[in-house]
């Protein structure tokens, strides 16, 4: 791992040199990447950093698990797990942090990459940390629910050998009801899990990351052997069809690559299949990713480090349609700003939570007993933007939000389609006795509202500098 650590660093400074300067061009590639934020869709989550997504399609709903990133320190400082979830592919709903360092006893550092599984009405979310013995391991919490509460299943690691290669586990339940757990940075990994998913059978096997299974290794490169691949880490493992599949970070020029290989078997024999997605000047030396189907369509979930403030350790989930190619090859797929387009919409005439959105600007996620997952920190000119909201012919006639403010002095403004559009409602607030006192405020429609619109709540106040804080904001809807 120290060996993983200086390699990352050497690579992000280079990385980072070519890119970063000067800084004009690093400015306009982000410009370049997000287009205008209005237009924007990727990163799917903008409130905070959401690295290393798994996604989990259950019950018609897509669940993308993440980390969190702390940027701001030399290395992946890492110390909470989070889940969004999406009906639609645009507008994200961010159930907060279900799981933290403190869950698992046995963790010290490190809280790296994870996935969820559902098997029998349980999900199982394996992760991985640094342990007190100052290696790498992988544990399993467990819910009834896929948003949590989640308990670490066996208050040890699961998977814990003294190694710190112990990173990135990804799980998959095979036809036949068999589970497999691979995992691994520098060397690949896998055990047959049982039943129960929390405990396994028969020794850790290794697989080989030749030039012919996974484009290479490390030792290849060491040897000088020219390669345009290798595995690094970051294994994504399913089936689909009679394919199985091991998606993983390779090696891009400048940082990690999405690569893959394909096997008629789950545990192998193994053979490269070449690039999906190269580093594409996205600021940041990883890439993790994930693929899933659902609704029809075929995702491709990986992050990047363009969000503003972020990088190397700024990373955040975005994610990207494509198709099969026929024979079951997957073609190379590109980096957008837009993502995917829209497979649902959305009810104004039930409770939307307002931590659904599909972009914002200025304001950041919070959580408590009482409320739950709540949009907190809103901030003059910030907006949350949800897409695809069908008022149908009924002609909406008032709007209601419920919101908290320790002070006075903000107001929240209800636009059609942009950030200027129509304004249609707007609520003065007053105090509401705290900032977690959350009081439900209902504002008349200027006029009634018919069809389908992006629905942009704005944050404005009366004499407030730009920096204070407006409100906090759980949920709204018409009526
Ligand atoms: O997020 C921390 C580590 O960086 C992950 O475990 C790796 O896959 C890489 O994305």
Not at 233 to 241: D, I, L, Q
Request: some cysteine; charged content about 20%.
């Amino acid at each position: 791992m120290t060996m993983k650590k200086q390699t990352k660093n050497k690579i992000d400074c280079f990385f980072t040199k070519l890119v970063d300067s000067p800084k004009l061009i690093l400015t306009f590639g982000i410009a370049a990447f997000f287009g205008s934020s209005i237009q924007a869709q990727n990163p799917i989550v903008q409130a905070h950093f959401a690295p290393d997504p798994a996604p989990m399609v259950y019950h018609d709903t897509m669940y993308v698990y993440t980390g969190d990133d702390i940027p701001g320190f030399d290395f992946y400082y890492m110390t909470k797990w989070r889940v969004l979830s999406s009906t639609d592919m645009v507008n994200w709903t961010d159930h907060g942090v279900p799981i933290t360092l403190e869950s698992f006893e046995w963790a010290r550092d490190r809280a790296w990459a994870a996935q969820c599984i559902e098997r029998n009405g349980k999900f199982y979310w394996y992760i991985c940390a640094q342990t007190v013995e100052n290696n790498m391991a992988v544990g399993v919490a467990v819910s009834d629910s896929p948003t949590g509460p989640f308990k670490d299943a066996l208050g040890k690691p699961l998977i814990s050998n003294g190694s710190w290669s112990n990173i990135d586990p990804t799980v998959w339940i095979d036809d036949d009801g068999q589970a497999y757990l691979y995992w691994g940075n520098g060397g690949l990994f896998y055990v047959k899990l049982n039943e129960d998913m929390v405990s396994y059978s028969g020794d850790i096997e290794s697989v080989p990351t030749t030039v012919e299974t996974f484009g290479g290794n490390r030792e290849n490169r060491k040897l000088g052997i020219e390669n345009k691949d290798m595995y690094v880490e970051g294994p994504w493992f399913y089936k689909r069809n009679s394919n199985y599949y091991m998606m993983y970070a390779g090696m891009g020029k400048g940082g990690e690559s999405l690569s893959y290989s394909m096997s008629e078997s789950p545990v192998g024999p193994w053979k490269y299949q070449g690039k999906i997605m190269e580093n594409q000047k996205t600021n940041s030396f990883t890439n993790h990713g994930g693929i899933i189907d659902y609704k029809g369509n075929s995702y491709i979930f990986y992050h990047t480090g363009l969000l503003p403030g972020g990088g190397s350790y700024g990373r955040a989930a975005c994610v990207e349609q494509f198709a099969y190619n026929a024979d079951g090859t997957i073609p190379s797929v590109n980096m957008s700003s837009e993502g995917p387009q829209p497979v649902g919409e959305l009810n104004p005439y039930q409770r939307v939570e307002a931590e659904t959105m599909a972009w914002s600007e200025k304001c950041a996620i919070a959580q408590n007993d009482q409320v739950g997952v709540y949009v907190s920190d809103a901030r003059l000119k910030g907006y949350l933007k949800v897409r695809e909201v069908n008022f149908g012919n009924k002609q909406a006639k008032s709007f209601s939000a419920s919101l908290a403010a320790g002070v006075d002095g903000g107001i929240l403004e209800v636009r059609l389609d942009s950030v200027a559009g129509p304004l249609v409602a707007s609520i003065d607030l007053p105090r509401t006795g705290g900032w977690e006192k959350f009081q439900l405020f209902t504002s008349e429609l200027t006029s009634p509202v018919t069809g389908k619109h992006d629905v942009y709540l704005c944050f404005n106040g009366h004499n407030i500098t730009a920096g204070r804080e407006l409100f906090n904001f759980d949920w709204w809807k018409f009526e």
